[in-house]
């Protein structure tokens, strides 16, 4: 695979210093798993086991995980498993709680979204496991959207979180030439599900910048199955204003 190295590598670039930025921040709340620490390979995962799991790769204990390899395969798995977030759901914390844990969760995956989007742009073959890891972050933020609708006061500090994740869903759309059609089609429809949840938590000027985004994204586009999508998430965002 020829390396791209042109507006996808600054963006990976910046995916990754503002992801280990937010996480590393909150690691002294975690323990280092260099040094004993073991990731689980099965059950659910916490907030301080995504935070372990940065470690682990960020100090070559593992390898970036990506599905296809035996020694990695489990941990991508638990990466993008559903299961870790309903079962704080389910949990008896607080509203606030949940949606810090979230939130944790949420600056996590950003940290492992920049770094797949960086190997993305080295030529490394891990398109699959960035786009998984994209629809993830997608659910992610639409029971973040959930949690704002329980607790009102959630609602600033979460909403450039989202804005963000956002933002790098369309980026990663608009890379027709990087992704192939079912990538780009799985994670578009991925957004026309997710978005009308999200919507209502963004301010009126991210609405509009988004729109706008979709409407020419939708116009541009000549698979019908992603035009499709695009033009029903901007449907959504349309009937909201």
Known sequence: MVPYRSTGTRLAV??????????????????????????LTNGPWTSRDYVQAIFAVHNGDITL????????????????????????LASSRTVEEKSGQVLIILSATGEFRGRYGYAVALGDDV???????????????DRLAALT??????????????????????????????????????????????????????????RQAIATRLAAMSTGEDDPVLRSAFAAALSEGRGGN
């Open 14 to 39: 910046s995916w990754l210093a503002a992801g280990a930025a937010l996480v590393f921040a909150a690691a002294p709340l975690f323990a280092n798993p260099q040094g004993g620490a073991v990731l």
């Open 65 to 88: 995980p990506r599905r296809g390899n035996p020694k990695t395969e489990a941990f991508f798995d638990r990466l993008v498993d559903r299961g870790n977030i309903e079962l704080l």
């Open 149 to 206: 609708a329980l607790d009102r006061s959630a609602g600033p500090r979460l909403n450039s979180a989202i804005a963000t994740t956002l933002s790098g869903t369309l980026d990663t759309l608009a890379e027709n030439h990087i992704f192939s059609r079912d990538q780009r089609v799985a994670l578009g429809l991925a957004l026309a599900l997710h978005y009308p949840a999200i919507r209502p938590t963004l301010e009126a000027p991210q």
């Open 127 to 141: 398109q699959n496991e960035l786009i998984q890891l994209q629809i993830f972050r997608l659910y992610l933020i």
